[in-house]
């Protein structure tokens, strides 16, 4: 049986090619050797404990050699030159078998890759131990493995779901004493670890300097062109990372291979990945074509590639190939030419070499005249995580590449085709002016910026960048930082500044640093060069940044330079380490910054002392400290009732999202009132206010002298908590003229409460009131209409637009007042457009719902914002003000 088996394995190898050309051959057979070897050291030289359930992990990027890693694996183990002594039956799983599974048994899984279903079950079950499952693409697994204990099964002859059934095995409840050989993607990381134990083993694939030289070696032959395209590649961060895997390495080699036959100066014909995927196709298309053109259709290629990515479709059928257009010998011709693959998990199915292949045949595609195309297997069928594609920012990134004139024509040239592009570029342009600096549309720039560096046309760079006040860089890597870099240079209207930077700056102590980390010094130092050379740039956001000592040097002589014109400086999930000393020094030098916001992070007593050092310093400007989302210990309120009292200058406290102590409370409400206390403004959004701390909060405001702005937004504090801070504001002496309470979960009774202080305090000119239940009645009291301007949210109807409109007309301080979100009807609104435009009403700004009108409604609002032209109507949400994030 153990013999039977062991052929079943060698015949199902041999009917599955996964190594494609010569150089594959020659160079993958000796990383499959290596890796090979360390399997067998793993499984022989397991500890006793690990030996029970023991796990190993393979972990490599698309394309990396896992599958055929694992080939290599089992052929070694069925020629009897692997794990001889210790397994006798190895069950290989793929992700599309378990994705095509709703359930099963232990029983049915062995026995589906034998004659009929008829394995040797009771003999494979009699020793679990020799038993090997090989579990390959894990992060391409549809299910979900976490299955609670109690529905875990242990009978393998028992039906029962997939998800059940596979996490039976990985806790060895069935099959107890089975190893696994797992393979996934970096993607699939969460997955892994809710799998592994301690006890288990990970290994990486990594295509590492060493091999990617040798790569290029064995696939030149000579030895001068292959270290000149080395170089190149080492010196170029986006190519670079494409040579992470073999395939394409290949790729680019090919590419490169072309240009040096061509005679072309390396440098200067290939610098962008547009370069490589042009000169890749040009050279296998057109390589066996007398004239100069493709040997198979090039639209049937790119629709391919299009629709696939549309449809989530990585994996087609010969149905599919057709549907474009290609001839059976197309097909031939393609796999020859290395550009489609028959999928390795799949029978019958076909791929492109790598996805990243495909995304610039589908950029190609929307600069082509295609005819629409559908490929069958798009719909109805099973797939994987990997196939459900939502990212389509490569694509993007290769259409701007595809817009350079120069490459566009070297395009069209080699492959004998038109692209159009005048539509894309206008496309394009218009598209990534309008969302400008909506972050919301985008997340981040990193993937744009990497577009326009694709695309290197300065004029059409500069006129994207231009529409940008605000930048947003998410940096995971050195290429990130390149094109970043490149694009901000171009960013002539700066004013936002959002740097987040992982793990590109080695942090190395008596080591010199490699030429990676020197490039990336470099562009690291082009950003911070826009501190003083951008006199626009107001704001910086340092989140999540990991610096050494040499970038964190620049950053902060940037910081301290006398040109630099920063307003606001956030330091967001920051470490605090040696390093956050010398930045907070350099603050002292920047007499321009007047806010800082610390967020997201530890406020520790180090971190006070620095605080202290700093705002007591006279060369020191900052007016506003923001400790959002500190989580800040009840120790924490005598330090900032210490800042308090220390800070001259300091006007603004934002203690955002941090759930107050009650018990620190008073010592710090004690120095609001203190007469070195010279706060005017204190933010306490959703801070869990209790009754206890708006009656500590509530004393201090009858008796300090300077506090003129409150906001206590977004904590429940109901009806009660408003009279309780009406008890101190109904005082004349009370110095507030701002009170915020918008989400504090009051109703129109606490606006009874708020008419008594309009009447008796004059000091009080406005209050926020949005997204409480104030309703029609709240704002029935004539004296309360006359102060808020934010009613978003409230309940109101059509019954009160009289009286506001009313208000619009006699109020001459009223300048804006947001309604939105309240249900007026047409009925109330056109009651509000009379009061609008009243010749006496001299409000600039207002938030309506307008998108609901009547035609007869509509056409009122058009008078009167065509008559009153001073007057901003808006339907989108008011901006939070500073430090005011939610």
Not at 389 to 418: H, Q, W
Not at 444 to 470: A, C, W
């Amino acid at each position: 049986d153990k013999e039977a088996h062991k052929m079943l394995i060698r015949k199902k190898l041999q009917e599955e090619r996964c190594l494609h050309n010569r150089i594959h051959d020659i160079f993958c057979q000796d990383m499959i050797l290596e890796l090979v070897n360390k399997f067998d050291f793993v499984f022989h030289h397991v500890s006793p404990e690990a030996a029970k359930a023991l796990n190993v992990f393979l972990i490599g990027q698309e394309a990396s050699g896992k599958t055929m890693v694992l080939r290599g694996a089992l052929f070694e183990w069925a020629n009897g030159n692997l794990w001889a002594d210790v397994f006798s039956y190895v069950i290989h799983l793929s992700s599309h078998d378990i994705n095509q599974m709703t359930s099963g048994s232990l029983v049915a899984l062995i026995s589906k890759d034998w004659p009929e279903g008829r394995a040797p079950v009771a003999d494979i079950l009699s020793e679990p131990q020799k038993i090997l499952f090989i579990l390959e693409d894990l992060d391409n697994v549809e299910h979900s493995f976490r299955i609670s204990p109690q529905a875990l099964c242990s009978d393998g002859r028992q039906q029962v779901s997939t998800p059940v059934l596979v996490a039976s095995l990985l806790t060895r409840k069935l099959a107890p004493g089975c190893r696994f050989l797992i393979t996934s993607r970096p993607q699939g990381q969460a997955v892994t670890w809710t799998i592994m134990k301690k006890t288990d083993m990970l290994m990486t694939l990594s295509f590492a300097r060493e091999k990617r030289h040798k790569y290029f070696t064995i696939f030149f032959r000579d030895g001068q062109r292959a270290e000149a395209a080395f170089q190149l590649v080492q010196r170029n961060e986006l190519f670079l990372h494409l040579c992470q895997v073999p395939i394409l390495c290949w790729v680019t080699c090919v590419a490169l291979q072309r240009q040096m036959n061509q005679g072309a100066d390396l440098k200067r014909s290939c610098q962008t990945l547009t370069d490589i995927y042009t000169h890749f196709l040009a050279e296998t298309l057109t390589a066996q074509a007398a004239d100069q053109r493709p040997v198979v259709p090039l639209q049937s290629l790119c629709s391919l590639a299009l629709e696939g990515l549309l449809h989530n479709t990585l994996h087609f059928t010969e149905e599919d190939l057709r549907g474009v257009g290609f001839t059976q010998a197309d097909v031939s011709t393609l796999q020859t030419l290395e550009i489609l693959w028959p999928s390795s998990h799949m029978k019958g199915h076909y791929r492109f070499i790598h996805s990243k292949v495909q995304e610039f045949c589908a950029a190609v595609a929307f600069m082509l005249p295609l005819v629409q195309h559908g490929i069958p297997s798009a719909w109805g069928r099973c797939k994987g995580k990997r196939e459900l594609y939502d990212d389509f920012s490569p694509v993007i990134a290769s259409m701007f590449g595809l817009l350079n004139k120069k490459r566009r024509k070297t395009f069209e040239t080699a492959l004998g085709c038109r692209l159009l592009t005048d539509y894309v570029s206008q496309y394009l342009l218009m598209e990534t002016r309008c969302f400008g600096d909506n972050l919301k549309a985008i997340g981040h720039h990193t993937p744009l910026f990497h577009g326009l560096f694709e695309n290197q046309e300065e004029e059409y760079v500069k006129r994207i960048m231009d529409s940008f006040s605000e930048a947003n860089i998410y940096v995971r890597d050195h290429r990130d930082l390149m094109v970043s870099s490149y694009c901000l240079g171009y960013c002539q209207h700066l004013q936002k500044l959002k740097l987040s930077i992982q793990n590109i700056f080695e942090k190395r102590s008596n080591e010199q640093s490699t030429p990676r980390t020197i490039r990336s010094l470099v562009h690291w130092r082009d950003v911070c060069t826009l501190l003083h050379t951008r006199e626009t740039l107001r704001e910086l956001e340092l989140c999540n940044t990991d610096l050494d000592d040499t970038s964190d040097r620049v950053l902060c002589k940037a910081l301290s330079h006398p040109d630099c014109q920063l307003r606001t400086l956030k330091l967001t999930y920051f470490s605090v380490d040696t390093r956050f000393e010398e930045m907070f020094k350099a603050i002292v030098h920047n007499r321009n910054l007047t806010c800082l916001c610390l967020s997201c992070m530890p406020i520790s007593s180090k971190v006070f002392s620095l605080l202290h050092e700093v705002l007591a310093n006279p060369r020191c400007s900052i007016q506003h400290l923001s400790l959002m989302k500190c989580d800040l210990e009840t120790s924490a309120y005598q330090e900032l009732a210490s800042l308090l009292l220390s800070s001259k200058n300091l006007k603004k406290l934002t203690l955002s999202k941090n759930a107050l102590s009650r018990d620190g409370m008073e010592v710090f409400c004690d120095a609001l009132f203190h007469p070195n206390c010279v706060l005017e403004s204190l933010v306490l959004l959703f801070c869990c206010l209790t009754l206890r701390s708006l009656s500590l909060i509530s004393r201090s405001l009858v008796l300090t002298e300077t506090l003129k702005h409150l906001d206590v937004s977004v904590n429940n504090i109901r009806d009660n908590g408003v009279l309780v801070l009406m008890m101190s504001l109904v005082f004349p002496t009370c110095s507030v003229q701002e009170l915020e309470m918008s989400g504090c979960f009051f109703t129109a009774k606490a606006c009874e409460y708020m008419v008594c202080v309009l009447q008796n305090n004059p000091n009080l000119k406005s209050l926020e009131l949005g997204s409480n239940n104030v309703g029609d009645a709240g704002l029935a009291p004539t004296p309360l209409c006359i102060s808020p301007h934010r009613l978003e949210e409230c309940m109101l109807t059509s019954a009160c637009c009289a009286s506001l409109a009313s208000v619009l007309i006699s109020s001459k301080t009223l300048r804006k007042i947001n309604l939105l979100g309240n249900n007026l009807g047409d009925e109330g609104i056109v009651q509000l457009l009379e009061g609008l435009g009243h010749p006496d009403c001299v409000l600039q700004s207002v938030g309506l719902d307008i998108k609901n009108m009547n035609a007869e409604t509509m056409t009122l609002f058009m008078t009167v914002r065509n008559k009153n032209t001073h007057l901003h109507v808006t339907d989108q949400s008011w901006a939070k003000k500073e430090g005011r994030e939610v």
